[in-house]
């Protein structure tokens, strides 16, 4: 059995006694009393060493003598983050395109700031989610117009579509076949429902036989013989669904009587080299292109 222990001592009284109700003397222990005195030596050398009393000196408030304030906090932050960037950036200006895409660290830094100039430069017309718009190219899909190697896109970036502006731009027009009287409006009916038999699998008839024939003479040289395309001469593909101005009868008919030709500005003045890089790199990260060949 376990004794209770006892403790039989009387507490000791601090001599008051009012009522004969008396006054323990039962002082707060040692810890606590340790504690609040090192907090209030604390507080003191905070409210000297940090920003603090308010209404005192030239600030309006006192200031600290360690100078500190959230500006001058957030100024340190920047700088440091500028320092990590400057690193990034002096590789991106050093390396080739292809081994920025090799290096994930980078790659991945081409392309977050590639994106934020593609939304200054580039989404006026391509859109802000790179999607594109009527005889503007979608970048998200794997149909290219010029190519999707780096160099091409590089080239287009660089020199632009059409703009005349600049010598080394990329042309190749589409004539109007309809305006130009290169077709009569019977002949370019014709050519549209071959054109429909290339892209749609529809059925062949008299009409599609003879817009075959008109195919073979006037188009195919840029278009290819099934349609394919040429990417030297920017002709799209016919052979397949995505359109750069629409597929239905009525645009097809609007394109070969009127032709297209879109423009797109060649920023070689508007860009550094090194921005171009970037974009290079964030364009091809939209369709996820897997090859880094250089040709
Ligand atoms: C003034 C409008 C305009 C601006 C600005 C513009 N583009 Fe384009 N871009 C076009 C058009 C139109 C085409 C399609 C050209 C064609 O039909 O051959 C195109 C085509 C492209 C292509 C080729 C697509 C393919 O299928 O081969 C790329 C790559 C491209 N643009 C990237 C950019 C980038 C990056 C920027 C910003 C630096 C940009 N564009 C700014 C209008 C524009
Ligand atoms: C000299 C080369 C050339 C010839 C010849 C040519 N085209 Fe084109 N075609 C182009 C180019 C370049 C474009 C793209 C224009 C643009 O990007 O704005 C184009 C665009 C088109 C488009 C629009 C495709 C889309 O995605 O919306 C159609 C349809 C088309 N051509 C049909 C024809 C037909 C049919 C003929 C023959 C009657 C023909 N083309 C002859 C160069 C040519």
């Known amino acids: 059995m376990v004794k209770k222990k006892q403790d039989n001592k009387q507490p000791e009284?601090?001599?008051?006694?009012?009522?004969?109700?008396?006054?323990?003397?039962?002082?707060?222990?040692?810890?606590?009393?340790?504690?609040?005195?090192?907090?209030?030596?604390?507080?003191?050398?905070?409210?000297?060493?940090?920003?603090?009393?308010?209404?005192?000196?030239?600030?309006?408030?006192?200031?600290?003598?360690?100078?500190?304030?959230?500006?001058?906090?957030?100024?340190?932050?920047?700088?440091?983050?500028?320092?990590?960037?400057?690193?990034?950036?002096?590789?991106?200006?050093?390396?080739?395109?292809?081994?920025?895409?090799?290096?994930?660290?980078?790659?991945?830094?081409?392309?977050?700031?590639?994106?934020s100039r593609f939304a200054v430069n580039c989404s006026q017309c391509h859109g802000l989610g790179a999607n594109g718009n009527k005889g503007v190219a979608n970048l998200l899909d794997d149909e290219w117009i010029w190519g999707s190697d780096i160099q091409n896109i590089k080239y287009t970036i660089t020199n632009g579509v059409r703009d005349y502006t600049n010598d080394d731009t990329r042309s190749g027009e589409m004539a109007a076949y309809g305006l130009d009287e290169i077709l009569d409006k019977k002949e370019i009916k014709d050519v549209v429902r071959y054109v429909q038999v290339l892209a749609y699998n529809a059925s062949e008839n008299a009409s599609s036989d003879r817009g075959k024939v008109i195919y073979e003479e006037n188009c195919a040289v840029c278009h290819a013989d099934a349609g394919e395309g040429n990417q030297e001469l920017g002709a799209p593909a016919l052979n397949n669904q995505v359109w750069l101005y629409g597929g239905d009868r009525k645009t097809l008919i609007e394109t070969i009587t009127e032709g297209r030709s879109a423009k797109m500005t060649s920023f070689k003045e508007l860009l550094t080299e090194d921005d171009i890089k970037r974009l290079v790199v964030y364009v091809r990260s939209l369709s996820d292109i897997e090859e880094t060949s250089t040709n």
């Open 13 to 115: 009284t601090m001599g008051h006694e009012w009522d004969g109700i008396k006054e323990y003397n039962n002082p707060i222990p040692l810890w606590w009393k340790t504690t609040f005195i090192a907090c209030i030596v604390y507080s003191v050398g905070y409210m000297i060493y940090y920003p603090s009393i308010p209404f005192a000196g030239k600030d309006g408030f006192f200031a600290g003598i360690a100078g500190w304030s959230q500006f001058k906090e957030l100024k340190d932050e920047i700088a440091t983050g500028k320092e990590q960037t400057k690193n990034l950036d002096e590789k991106i200006s050093k390396l080739t395109i292809e081994q920025i895409e090799t290096d994930p660290e980078l790659k991945e830094y081409a392309i977050a700031t590639g994106k």
